[in-house]
């Protein structure tokens, strides 16, 4: 499976649609073809607030549900302490 098809996946894009192919393809080379950056990335975006009301129609906002799925690709960040 190619990573254009692996990320599709992780972002659910068969059942919630929000990039096309070619920003798909943008974010992997901006993040040097690494799926798990460029999921994490997607889906911060993917969660923006999405709630709608038309006509008395309201569909439920999501946000939390991407970013929970983003914390599973978050980037790992290492310091080390030095005593002195």
Do not use: H
């Not at 975006?45 to 983003?70: F, M, P, Q």
């Amino acid at each position: 499976m190619d990573n254009l098809s692996k990320l599709k996946l992780i972002l659910r894009e068969d059942d919630v649609a929000f990039f096309t192919d070619e920003q798909l393809k943008m974010y992997l080379e901006k993040n040097d073809n690494d799926v798990n950056s460029t999921a994490y990335e997607c889906l911060i975006v993917k969660a923006e607030n999405n709630s709608i009301a038309i006509s008395g129609l309201s569909l439920e906002d999501t946000s939390k549900y991407w970013l929970r799925l983003a914390r599973m690709y978050a980037p790992i960040s290492t310091t080390v302490i030095r005593g002195g």
